[in-house]
């Protein structure tokens, strides 16, 4: 596809902050197509002949950061066949949970496609934890654990808010508070969204 011809937009936050519950909003009222990194890997990891399976399951368990050529063309392929659905060849995106890592950001944006900017949704960390805990009771997610949580947390902090701070000094950061209400979050994420895109 032709990056010129496509819009993508990073979604960032820490684990909990409401990023996957705010994209779901946004693919609803405008036509976004919505790829949560993670949802992919726990999708590759689940396919039966994949090649990655077992590493995925051990990152995502550890809360680290699977190598990016695995992710990277995750994201890649599903940008192609959304973009081959189109007739004009088009596609707006919300990468979600992605960049988290630097070599992520730079690689991305320089083989695939330049992001217009980055949502984060900046939430406290016992606020996520909160979410994280409840949601655990019924997600079957092997990561919504409290050890896994708090792996998960630190590597937020220590590798991937170094790369919205990156952004963030490029003035490409558009920052939500993301600690209220789900429909309050979301009314101020379609006040920024539609005020910086025009
Ligand atoms: N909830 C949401 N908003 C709320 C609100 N305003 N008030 C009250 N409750 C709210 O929400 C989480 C929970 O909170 C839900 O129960 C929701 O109802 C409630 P959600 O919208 O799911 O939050 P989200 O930010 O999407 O949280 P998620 O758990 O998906 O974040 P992570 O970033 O941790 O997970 P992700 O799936 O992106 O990544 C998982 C793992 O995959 C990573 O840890 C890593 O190991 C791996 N990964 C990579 O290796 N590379 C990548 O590039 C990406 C992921
Ligand atoms: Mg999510």
Do not use: W
């Not at 011809?5 to 979604?11: G, I, R, S, Y």
């Not at 007739?87 to 217009?116: H, N, T, W, Y």
């Not at 654990?145 to 919205?164: A, L, Q």
């Not at 000094?169 to 979301?186: D, H, L, N």
């Amino acid at each position: 596809f032709s990056p010129s011809k496509v819009t993508v937009l990073f979604v960032l936050g820490g684990p909990g902050a409401g990023k996957g519950t705010q994209c779901a909003n946004l693919v609803r009222d405008y036509n976004f197509t919505h790829l949560s990194a993670g949802d992919l890997l726990r999708a590759e990891q689940d396919r039966p002949d994949s090649e990655f399976g077992n590493l995925i399951k051990e990152y995502i368990k550890d809360g680290k950061i699977v190598p990016m050529e695995v992710t990277v063309q995750l994201l890649e392929n599903a940008m192609m066949d959304a973009v081959k659905k189109d007739k004009d060849g088009k596609g707006k995106f919300l990468i979600d949970g992605f960049p988290r890592k630097m070599d992520q950001a730079l690689k991305f944006e320089e083989s695939v496609c330049p992001s217009k900017f980055v949502l984060f949704f900046d939430c406290p960390e016992e606020v996520m934890q909160k979410r994280l805990l409840e949601r655990g009771k019924t997600s079957g997610r092997a990561d919504d654990n409290e050890e896994s949580i708090k792996k998960r947390f630190k590597v937020f902090e220590e590798t991937s808010m170094p790369v919205v701070d990156y952004f963030d000094k490029q003035g490409r950061v558009v920052k939500i508070v993301a600690t209220k209400s789900p429909a309050e979050v979301y009314k101020e994420t379609r006040g920024k969204l539609e005020e910086r895109l025009g």
